[in-house]
């Protein structure tokens, strides 16, 4: 605002202009994709026509260019007043970023849809957020070291240090995912126990962040989730043994679903097209119909097909062994490395459930709140195990929601930068994590 508050005439006019549009493209772009959504709408939210955006910004790619600065500017405002410091005096400030996007609706969605959406190497925003992401992380790295110098944190070599700032930045993003699920989660009361976590493994002492609830604006703005029921696992295996046309019916169902899952992945649920789809596997749409009764009928099949596939079904069940469950989770990460188009999937729903009227928002809230109570009973499996004091329900719970923060966090990072080894990543940081579970 202080650019435009010393101009006067037609210029001060096209400057407001210009933050008007970028004000309402960026609410567009965090709750549609930056895809969805058109220059049309952007248009009649600020009272213009498509014409006249495009003479403000001469490209969609353009206007996307500078929401992302816009993005970049809030967030160094917010660090220009909070003392960063060096080493871990740096990475102490981290809960008060945290509060800001929590504060300030509208930062965190558009920050993960353009992650998910950058998975494709086509989109505008790849290399905006693949140079963010080296940067933080390099930067991170930097400072912890710089830390390890001054005899703060405990020695680590330069791989170690970086599992630690990609598994905390991670985690970071991935509580994020779970808050715009469930708006009603205390991410500021998660975040800040992840901080104190993570410095006190670092340090080996006990941390304790300040605490300012006044700061806290948790649930204010609550949405509400979606009515759509988590419908019934479809079993992969249902197909064996069935012969005749049936089978063949069968056979095209998962082609059919196969191809969804690609262009999901890739476009998000709200902007692809049936059209697409069934040209995929080369049927009509109203062929496409007669297997799958409506877009969203598609939609859950391929999240069953998520489930059995991915590990949820194998993976999370009752066991008396918790270290075995999360062991097992390691292998999970592993394998994600080859199913790209079902991790691309999960991630985008996960930042399109945003939108209180998707309809795979209740299928995502439903399915952290089922992960994150099988982990808790298998943290508290592994405690009663080792020497770990018991600690309550609620803070296994926490632990739980932390602890598939850090993969979902990783797998995003992966997504921008395929060259990162995700499951060497998650496998060191897992060691460490159940090892403190178990020593307490």
């Known amino acids: 605002m202080s650019v435009v508050a010393g101009v006067r005439g037609p210029y001060r006019k096209g400057v407001e202009r210009r933050r008007q549009v970028v004000d309402a493209a960026s609410v567009l772009f965090a709750r549609r994709g930056y895809a969805a959504a058109s220059l049309r709408e952007i248009a009649a939210e600020v009272g213009a026509s498509p014409t006249s955006l495009l003479r403000l910004f001469g490209r969609k790619e353009d206007l996307l260019l500078a929401v992302l600065e816009r993005w970049e500017v809030d967030t160094h405002l917010l660090l220009s007043r909070v003392d960063m410091g060096e080493g871990l005096h740096f990475f102490a400030a981290f809960p008060q970023l945290m509060r800001y996007h929590v504060e300030h609706p509208g930062l965190i969605e558009l920050f993960l849809t353009m992650c998910t959406e950058a998975s ?8 905006w957020v693949a140079q963010r992401y080296a940067q933080i992380v390099a930067q991170g790295v930097e400072h912890l070291r710089t830390a390890q ?5 405990r020695p680590m070599t330069p791989t170690e240090c970086e599992v630690e700032v990609r598994a905390l930045y991670a985690a970071m993003d991935g509580l994020e995912l779970q808050w715009i699920a469930a708006p009603e989660l205390d991410l500021v009361a998660l975040s800040d126990e992840l901080f104190a976590q993570t410095f006190s493994r670092w340090t080996g002492r006990r941390f304790v962040l300040p605490t300012d609830r006044g700061a806290r604006r948790v649930g204010e703005s609550a949405r509400r989730r979606s009515a759509v029921a ?11 043994g069935v012969r005749g046309p049936y089978r063949t019916g069968v056979e095209r169902r998962r082609q059919i679903v196969e191809q969804a899952t690609r262009v999901f992945a890739v476009r998000g649920y709200t902007n692809a097209s049936l059209r697409e789809i069934a040209g995929g596997v080369g049927v009509t749409g109203a062929a496409l119909l007669r297997y799958f009764g409506s877009k969203e009928e598609l939609l859950f099949a391929v999240l069953d097909r998520f489930d ?6 194998r993976v999370f069940h009752r066991t008396a062994d918790g270290r075995a469950f999360f062991d097992a989770l390691v292998d999970v990460m592993e394998q994600h490395r080859e199913r790209r188009g079902l991790i691309e999937l999960l991630l985008t729903l996960g930042t399109e459930a945003t939108d209180p009227d998707h309809p795979a928002r209740g299928w995502v809230a439903d399915r952290y709140d089922r992960i994150v109570a099988e982990a808790a009973r298998a943290i508290a499996a592994v405690q009663d195990r080792g020497r770990g004091a018991p600690t309550t329900s609620a803070r296994h719970a926490d632990e739980a929601r932390r602890y598939f923060a850090v993969m979902d966090g990783l797998e995003l990072q992966w997504l921008v930068d395929p060259d990162l080894d995700i499951a060497a990543t998650f496998r060191a940081w897992h060691r460490s994590t159940v090892q403190r579970w178990v020593a307490g």
């Open 120 to 127: 494709d190497p086509q989109h505008p925003a790849r290399e």
């Open 230 to 240: 988590p419908r019934p696992l479809v079993a992969p295996e249902a197909d064996r």
């Open 149 to 153: 110098a001054d005899g703060r944190v």
């Open 308 to 313: 059995a596939d991915s590990g949820p079904t």
